[in-house]
């Protein structure tokens, strides 16, 4: 029933796209630019399949993604005379998504750390899954990248395509109180920006941190570390040596963490130490936490290729501790449950958890 429904939405959107590229202005061939698609990817062991979703723009950008996890699994860039590049760190198959593959999902119910894996709301303790030593991490062991969402195509536009995914997360799934339903957006427009709008809701009061666990490495070939990075953040939330935070906040000046102004990623590593392990911090985006602001941009040198970062959220985690790829995760701060002056992340029934981030590409 669920692949029936799917072939025929996909057939739907298919129609409602030729309509459009009718009426465009731009130069594609409408017999060969089809803005999104539809194709199996994968089954789960119970036998339920996955899809994959391609989403292209008028440029060549395409966008792929999937219902396990809530995944994207590509986000190709056109080069002259070559293949697509996909400049996140994703998997053609299912299987290593299964096994683990740590790349491009939605995590949740929490994102980041929770100390000692407990927290309290009112009068009342919750105790959730340790995952990382004594601590909380991403969601816990499954978390929302392991599960399977429910996706609807969303109407494709003159210059957009959409899908929207759905998870309901029940109360104590990984310890966590209230039934909570989130819902994630993923849309890619002839501005080559990819947008990622999160929406939730709960019966009970409950603790929501949501991002994405994207690793980028904008380069042809090779490492990102020679990637010239700039983050709007005069300010960041120092950590212990579980990467909990303190508690205080600290400067960025005159510190390896400034970003202030352009500055390789590799640049100011520490030479008794792996280099792609210096990162892991959460900076507080300057203006942040309100409306959307531009917070991070990225230049690749070689190819010339940008990627700008914009969110309403008030934190960004960089995290450069895998060698596939760099994190700019958008989210609020580590650990907010236990330190009130932080921007709060507890979502009460009848409220709406609501926020977007954008990556925006600039093509060479």
């Known amino acids: 029933m669920k692949q029936t429904l799917i072939i025929l939405l996909a057939a739907v959107a298919s129609i409602m796209q030729h309509s459009a590229e009718t009426h465009s202005q731009q130069s594609a061939n409408p017999a060969s630019f089809n803005r999104l698609e539809v194709r199996q990817f994968g089954t789960m062991p119970d036998g339920e399949l996955i899809h994959q979703y391609t989403l292209r723009n008028i440029n060549g950008v395409e966008l792929k993604l999937i219902e396990y996890g809530a995944t994207m699994t590509a ?98 799934e990984e310890g966590f109180p209230g039934n909570l339903t989130v819902h994630v957006t993923y849309s890619l427009n002839d501005k080559n920006e990819v947008k990622l709008y999160y929406e939730a809701s709960t019966d009970k009061s409950t603790p929501v941190n949501l991002t994405n666990h994207a690793y980028f490495n904008l380069a042809d070939q090779g490492g990102f570390e020679k990637h010239e990075l700039f983050i709007k953040a005069d300010i960041y939330t120092p950590s212990d040596e579980l990467l909990i ?48 602001v531009h917070t991070a941009t990225v230049k690749e040198p070689g190819s010339g290729r940008v990627m700008k970062t914009f969110t309403d959220q008030p934190g960004v985690q960089l995290y450069t501790g895998n060698p596939i790829g760099f994190c700019l995760e958008t989210q609020h701060y580590p650990d907010s449950v236990h330190h009130p002056h932080f921007p709060s992340t507890i979502l009460n029934p009848g409220d709406r958890f609501e926020t977007t981030t954008i990556y925006a590409f600039d093509l060479p």
């Open 245 to 292: 935070p303190t508690g205080k906040y600290a400067k960025v000046d005159g510190t390896a963490l400034d970003f202030r102004e352009f500055h390789p990623i590799g640049e100011r590593a520490d030479d008794s130490q792996p280099r792609a392990h210096l990162y892991d911090h959460n900076y507080v985006i300057t203006g942040g936490g309100q409306s959307i």
């Open 75 to 172: 986000i190709n860039l056109p080069r002259k005379g070559l293949e697509h590049l996909n400049v996140i760190a994703g998997e053609e198959t299912l299987e290593p998504y299964l096994k683990g593959y740590p790349a491009g999902s939605v995590i949740g119910r929490f994102a980041n750390r929770i100390a000692h894996a407990k927290f309290s709301i009112g009068n009342t303790e919750y105790e959730v899954t340790r995952n990382t030593g004594p601590h909380h991490i991403h969601g816990g062991r499954k978390g929302f990248a392991k599960v399977v969402w429910s996706a609807d195509l969303l109407p494709v536009t003159k210059d957009s395509a959409a899908v929207r995914l759905t998870y309901k997360a029940v109360e104590g």
